[in-house]
């Protein structure tokens, strides 16, 4: 029995139809799976950076607690009371993006976290001073290779902490060495 054309059913796609779908999905796919892979990377680094920022305050208090906090008190009488697995005063942390930390060695101390990121501190900066830029400065490499730069956490003597990028209005936080510290990088600066 004959049927005429306009009476049959499709069977299906054609060639031409399932090519323009898989490139539109090919387009989709090229600006969202970068964008999937650098939240989730950034992401990361922040609660790395959350983490360290945590370690850091939390260090100070219990210094505070246990012992007399002088003007010259360094960020290494408050590493007794952090978390990290080894340290480290050979290795360069120097990567492609943002501000690395710098190479580390027997002044500039850097700190292995086992969350995997790298805190690193000055054995000469201390608390001197008064006000303001009485504080030490640590700074975090939250993926551990220098590829994301570095964030700079000035812990104040009144027991503030702050980064470099939330300070930077402050003209008297220029002491003990907070002015040589590089920025924070994007993915840090938005939270307090």
Request: glycine share 12%; hydrophobic share 40%.
């Amino acid at each position: 029995m004959f049927i005429p054309s306009f009476r049959r059913a499709r069977q299906g796609f054609t060639l031409a139809e399932l090519l323009i779908a898989l490139a539109i999905l090919g387009v989709i796919a090229t600006f969202t799976i970068p964008k999937i892979i650098n939240a989730q990377s950034n992401g990361q680094n922040t609660a790395i950076a959350k983490e360290a920022a945590s370690m850091v305050s939390t260090a100070f208090t219990t210094y505070t607690l246990n012992n007399t906090l002088t003007t010259g008190t360094t960020a290494g009488a408050l590493t007794q009371y952090m978390n990290y697995v080894a340290t480290d005063t050979a290795t360069s942390y120097v990567g492609t993006g943002g501000t690395p930390l710098s190479a580390c060695s027997s002044t500039l101390i850097c700190l292995k976290l086992h969350n995997g990121g790298i805190m690193q501190f000055s054995t000469a900066q201390s608390f001197a001073g008064s006000g303001a830029a009485n504080g030490i400065v640590v700074d975090v490499d939250p993926d551990g290779n220098g590829t994301q730069g570095a964030v700079s956490f000035i812990q104040f003597y009144g027991g503030r902490l702050t980064t470099i990028g939330q300070n930077a209005g402050n003209p008297t936080a220029t002491g003990a060495g907070v002015a040589n510290v590089g920025t924070d990088p994007a993915y840090i600066q938005s939270w307090n």
